[in-house]
């Protein structure tokens, strides 16, 4: 999954399904975590694109899932950081059994302005941002377009342009084809089919097992109209010409896992390319985990956790 090397030998069905999870399927931290927290929803806050769960007190911390993916993918680091934090956990619509009301229209660039809309009326002051995934991709392009909004950016195993994957020389016009043609696989595969195929993939998105079955179950509750439509933005979308006029701190985390997933080289150097314009990038490499570091390394990535909101 992570063996970036090998994406170009495989089928075109096969390497789209692959690289999609690999940047933008959803896991979980565990079902398990003890609920020590205390939840409250968003006050006076109403959503078709997203809802919010609040945990704790203090300084504001925003996590946004992935692809696929629940809010559960956050919980054990969420209430981890309820003791000192104030910590806001977004659901995107359509995702882990989350209703889909907006047939196969855009769903990135909405959840971007509903995220902007929902830190104004909650009266959030510049919070940290933290996205996984296609969840980092989207807090770097909160950061882009409402940038007063935003007081620091961790994007965790995300890329500002996914369709980098398939190559340096990659443009939106050329993953065009590519891009429909994920979506479009989305919507024909039928139920057993789709599942066999992420039990597949689950095993390269990460070592823990609890993840690699969670991610399975979500990823086969979701609606298939959110998950083409997500995928068709998120392969077109290029956050890179945004970059050099960025002044919000962004640190970008990324995995390494030398026994099958991305080679600590092969990770290094796209990492650097793909956020070599963005002023004061912090980039940190978490070695021996796959695409759900938070889940392979727990201890690790609550370490760069600290430091980032303490910064």
């Not at 689950?202 to 083409?228: C, F, H, I």
């Amino acid at each position: 999954m992570h063996n970036f090397r090998s994406l170009r030998g495989r089928s075109l069905l096969r390497a789209l399904f692959l690289a999609s999870a690999l940047l933008l399927a959803g896991g979980l931290l565990s079902l398990m975590a003890p609920r020590m927290a205390t939840a409250q929803t968003a006050p006076a806050f109403t959503s078709e694109r997203l809802s919010v769960e609040v945990l704790g007190s203090g300084p504001d911390v925003i996590f946004i899932p992935g692809y696929a993916s629940s809010r559960e993918v956050w919980r054990a680091e969420a209430e981890r950081l309820s003791a000192t934090h104030r910590v806001h956990m977004v659901q995107l619509a359509g995702f882990a059994g989350e209703p889909w009301v907006h047939g196969d229209g855009p769903f990135v660039q909405p959840v971007i302005d509903e995220l902007a809309r929902y830190i104004d009326e909650a009266g959030l002051e510049t919070p940290a941002v933290i996205g996984h995934s296609m969840g980092g991709m989207s807090a770097l392009m909160l950061a882009q377009q409402y940038p007063a909004l935003v007081g620091k950016v961790m994007s965790v195993d995300s890329l500002p342009f996914f369709s980098a994957l398939f190559g340096p020389g990659m443009t939106v016009d050329s993953a065009r084809p590519y891009a429909e043609q994920a979506a479009a696989a989305m919507l024909t595969l039928d139920q057993t089919t789709f599942r066999a195929g992420q039990e597949r993939g689950a095993v390269g998105y990460a070592n823990d097992p609890a993840t690699r079955k969670a991610l399975v179950e979500w990823s086969v509750t979701s609606d298939r109209q959110a998950m083409a439509a997500a995928i068709r933005d998120v392969m077109l979308t290029d956050l890179r010409p945004g970059l050099p006029a960025m002044t919000t701190p962004v640190w970008a985390v990324y995995a390494a896992d030398e026994n099958g997933g991305a080679p600590r080289t092969t990770a290094d150097s796209m990492w650097q390319r793909d956020y070599a314009d963005l002023p004061g990038v912090t980039l940190i490499r978490v070695d021996d985990s796959r695409h759900f570091i938070m889940a392979d390394q727990p201890e690790r990535f609550s370490q760069i956790v600290d430091r980032f909101l303490a910064q």
